[in-house]
């Protein structure tokens, strides 16, 4: 399409000094800047659907449902519900919590400096139906902590994801449990991609934001359930490669975790927050990781077999093993993009209510 386009353009050049003069020149001479002006917009938009990798096929472009191959390995309730070294132990409900900052409201925005980290970012809570309600005022709920996209903010959740929809129906169509979802900022500063990693010396600490912060914030704030077996990290994008991580790092908090189009290996679209050749890394390479030290987790992967990432997931699908277990949703014709996952988000919520323990409905 490319070349087509500059074929165009030099076909363009040569003939137009030639349809001067007559009005019917002078439509031909409009027709062939228009043929030339679309020529460029498609010979774009494909170079920017190769690099994106948005759309896989015509038919993918024109709507048809993508074919996919769905798997489970191993036993999800089983892995999301073992003990593991350093988990939270349980806890009496807290007597009493900061006051809401919008009483009445679902959606509770705040602005939260991190203990840890020490970094300050959003952190976007959609509360279940009945939280402020007086005869809940006892009742503990499972936790989704969710990562959007770059460029992106939790926004991304409420509106194009369109997640508190999602989640209301599947509570109340008894999918899956209430539940306290949260949203936090993942790019701080806004214009930097950061994969949710740590980085070196006075960069940002971001895996400690997400990890350490931000739970505690949800615990000391919210009614929250403490066993992992109730908190999951579900992510779009590159914030599906940060659940990915929560997942391979942290599974003393969390004992699910979805990776909707995400990846497997960090892809910084504005440079690695560590020297070249740094050990920090070999960390964030979750393949390596997990053919060398699986978590009890488990695992829920969507990935389009037509996406740039594609080898690196399919191989750490290949690597998984006990006492990680896996369900893979492959697309196989289907690409990288809103969609995709928000028509996935569903098939999740309804994943967590029928296989992680702490998100089934009690009746």
């Known amino acids: 399409m490319i070349s087509l386009a500059f074929i165009c353009l030099f076909v363009a050049i040569w003939v137009m000094p030639q349809l001067a003069g007559t009005w019917l020149k002078a439509i031909s001479r409009a027709g062939l800047q228009i043929l030339v002006n679309v020529m460029v917009i498609l010979a774009v938009a494909t170079y920017m659907n190769s690099s994106n990798g948005w759309y896989s096929s015509w038919s993918d472009l024109m709507g048809a449902a993508p074919k996919e191959q769905v798997k489970q390995d191993g036993d999800a309730a089983k892995a999301a519900g073992v003990q593991v070294p350093g988990a939270a132990p349980a806890a009496p409900v807290p007597t009493s919590y900061p006051p809401l900052p919008q009483p009445g409201e679902r959606l509770q925005k705040y602005t939260y400096t991190g203990t840890e980290s020490k970094l300050t970012g959003q952190i976007w809570v959609y509360l279940p139906h009945d939280y402020e309600m007086p005869e809940a005022k006892d009742k503990r709920y499972p936790v989704i902590e969710a990562f959007h996209g770059f460029p992106g903010s939790p926004s991304g959740w409420t509106s194009k994801m369109n997640a508190p929809v999602l989640l209301d129906e599947a509570s109340s169509s008894g999918r899956m449990r209430d539940t306290i979802f949260v949203a ?99 960390r964030y390479d979750l393949v390596a990781q997990m053919k060398n030290k699986p978590p009890a987790v488990a695992m829920y992967l969507q990935v389009g077999k037509q996406s740039p990432f594609w080898p690196d997931v399919e191989a750490f699908m290949g690597a998984t093993h006990a006492p990680t277990s896996m369900k893979s949703v492959v697309l196989l014709d289907g690409g990288h993009r809103w969609d995709l996952w928000q028509s996935e988000t569903p098939k999740v919520f309804a994943w967590l209510g029928q296989s992680i323990p702490g998100f089934k409905p009690r009746h």
């Open 184 to 282: 936090p900022q993942i790019t701080i500063p806004s214009d930097v991609d950061s994969e949710c990693v740590n980085g070196d010396p006075g960069k940002a600490q971001m895996e400690t934001w997400v990890s350490k912060d931000v739970p505690t914030f949800i615990r000391k704030h919210f009614r929250a359930e403490p066993h992992r077996d109730s908190w999951a990290a579900v992510g779009y994008s590159i914030g599906g490669y940060c659940a990915t991580l929560m997942g391979m790092h942290h599974s003393e908090t969390f004992g699910a975790i979805a990776n909707l189009g995400g990846y497997v290996k960090p892809d910084f679209a504005t440079g690695a927050p560590w020297a070249a050749g740094s050990p920090r890394a070999a």
